[in-house]
């Protein structure tokens, strides 16, 4: 997310002065400012930035907007340098692997050796039929109010400023095998952009027509529709992350002056949720003596994991498939995670199987700050659409265990989800 700030500001500072201001050094200052921001992102959080910069500045250098030697090299190189020197000290230290510039390593790993294909593959269309409709939401932005922009003879110009660049980033990207839309998240406010300039061209003139009129209000209710769908998504998100809440489960379950505490972590616990944020410090100070020491082990090895040895010395584990912990353990709880969408008939609660979170009043502790707030504000919408709206149906989000926090046993074993 600095990142998109940056670049963000970065674009602000490469849009087109008004066809009035001719301030040669005011571009000249905004242009160099661009180039920095867009550098210096790159070189400190996401390498694929650079891929965005050199659209934006070649697209720029061809419009004589930009000059090699006043804008392009003092900027991109200060910001390089700069960039650099807050790197690669920071994260040699912390990775403890002197020198290291995390960005080309990646870039180097990803992009060069073509390693980022392991994880999937998509076809080349990818960004172009499903990212980038995804992103922009509001269906009336891509399908409606840019092509309007590039359309119309008054806007082209100041539109394909904007598009131009923005569609060789993407398309460039698109050659790459594996696709992922945070890779071009960084094109969205240029296309957001574009959009308002089509919807503006629409809004002023919805005195002028019918059909004026008529795209008005569906631009306003697409905007209303779009917001509601964002909310949402966004409670659904908080679903895909039963690692987190699985830890926290566990650190307030055994919370207490207990000692030192081992915890396994497999591998899903630790891809939905778990960073290093999550886990307990270590007893820094005498105030925290009481506290009981937390060990975290994240183990992937299969050869490992088959080992009875290897589980011996943990108290706890979280674990997607229980039968895969050797040893006597108990399950002492079990957190649930998003699967999907299913459609609740009238007489159906969505409380059982299909929930909005999860059902009010069967919460774990970990969930009273502030979800159960949301928790109770999504069933009182819920209910009122269902009484008022749909009489009784609803689209309940579906809802299956996903991580099970395991004990270790003495007694007899149980392994019921």
């Not at 020491?293 to 584990?317: I, N, V």
Request: aromatic fraction near 12%; charge should be positive.
């Amino acid at each position: 997310m600095f990142a998109f700030g940056l670049s963000t500001l970065a674009l602000q500072n490469f849009l087109p002065l008004s066809p009035g201001v001719s301030d040669a050094k005011a571009r000249s200052k905004r242009n160099r400012l661009s180039i920095y921001l867009l550098t210096l992102a790159g070189v400190i959080f996401r390498a694929e930035l650079a891929v965005l910069l050199a659209a934006q500045v070649a697209y720029a250098f061809v419009q004589k907007r930009v000059a090699l030697t006043r804008e392009i090299l003092p900027a991109g190189l200060g910001g390089a340098l700069i960039g650099l020197l807050v790197t690669v000290p920071i994260d040699s230290y912390f990775w403890q692997s002197i020198p290291l510039w995390p960005e080309l390593v990646g870039f180097y790993y990803n992009a060069v050796q073509g390693k980022s294909s392991e994880w999937g593959t998509s076809a080349w269309h990818f960004y172009l039929a499903n990212a980038v409709p995804r992103l922009m939401m509001n269906p009336l932005t891509w399908q409606l109010c840019i092509p309007l922009a590039v359309g119309m003879k008054a806007t082209r110009k100041a539109s394909l400023d904007v598009l131009i660049p923005l569609a060789a980033f993407i398309g460039i990207y698109s050659l790459q095998p594996h696709k992922e839309w945070r890779f071009i998240v960084y094109a969205v406010p240029g296309l957001t952009a574009i959009a308002s300039i089509g919807a503006n061209w629409i809004w002023i003139r919805r005195a002028k027509s019918v059909a004026y009129r008529f795209f008005s209000l569906a631009l306003a209710a697409s905007t209303l529709g779009s917001f509601a769908a964002s909310l949402g998504m966004l409670a659904v998100s908080s679903l895909n992350y039963p690692g987190a809440e699985a830890l926290n489960r566990l650190h307030e379950l055994a919370a207490g002056p207990q000692g030192v505490i081992n915890v396994h972590l497999d591998t899903l616990s630790c891809t939905t949720g778990i960073t290093r944020f999550s886990q307990k410090l270590a007893n820094v100070s005498p105030a925290m003596a009481a506290r009981p020491l937390w060990f975290y082990d994240k183990t992937e090895d299969p050869q490992r994991l088959l080992s009875p040895a290897f589980w011996e010395r943990f108290d706890y584990a979280l674990a997607e498939k229980p039968e895969k912990v050797i040893g006597r353990w108990e399950i002492v709880d079990v957190v649930e995670g998003f699967t999907g969408f299913a459609i609740l008939k009238p007489d159906e609660d969505s409380g059982k199987g299909a929930s909005i979170l999860a059902p009010v009043g069967v919460m774990s502790p970990s969930d009273a700050s502030g979800r159960s707030t949301l928790l109770q504000l999504l069933r009182g919408f819920e209910n009122y659409v269902r009484s008022r709206i749909t009489n009784g149906w609803w689209i309940g989000i579906r809802m299956e265990p996903k991580i099970r926090i395991m004990k270790k046993q003495t007694g007899p074993i149980n392994i019921s989800p």
